[in-house]
């Protein structure tokens, strides 16, 4: 367990470092598709594996509901991210990382809000 948890946060170190490469770069103000896209950009340069826009899998009474809940983005399988534009956090952004955390059973979740005038302001890490 202690040798993942040590991958997690190489990742999601790195997935911070990228973030605020593109942040650097773009600033606060734009819409999360525009960040999501700059993010997936220098997440290539970096060559960091990613997934976007993964679908959630919902069940209820063992039946598959088709909800339409999307991941933004999940790196290497073992982190999941969420972007945001917003003015601040709110309980209902952690509560949707959680959700994604224990619908897919990945352990580790970043809340990314580019809104922030600086971006490490604008970072939590959640943790199951």
Same mark, same amino acid.
């Given at each position: 367990?202690? *040798? ?10 790195? =997935?911070? @470092?990228?973030?605020? #490469?593109? +942040? *650097?770069?773009? @600033? ?15 997440? #290539? +340069?970096?060559?960091?594996? /990613? #997934? ?5 899998? =919902?069940?209820?009474?063992? %039946?598959?509901?088709?909800? @339409? ?9 073992? $982190?999941?991210?969420?972007? *945001? ?25 970043? $809340?990314?809000? /580019? ?6 302001? @604008?970072?939590? %890490?959640?943790?199951?």
């Amino acid at each position: 367990m202690e *040798k993942k948890n040590q991958t997690q946060d190489a990742l999601s170190s790195s =997935v911070i @470092g990228a973030a605020i #490469e593109v +942040h *650097k770069v773009l @600033g606060p103000g734009l819409l999360e598709s525009a960040y999501q896209s700059a993010l997936e950009a220098e997440f #290539e +340069h970096q060559q960091i594996s /990613f #997934e976007s826009q993964v679908p959630v899998p =919902v069940t209820y009474r063992d %039946r598959r509901l088709d909800c @339409g809940y999307r991941l933004d983005l999940i790196i290497d399988n073992q $982190l999941i991210v969420e972007i *945001k534009a917003v003015e601040a956090f709110l309980p209902v952004h952690q509560a949707q990382l959680l959700t994604y955390l224990k619908l897919t059973g990945i352990r580790t979740g970043l $809340l990314l809000n /580019f809104n922030s005038v600086l971006l490490r302001d @604008g970072i939590k %890490r959640l943790r199951l």
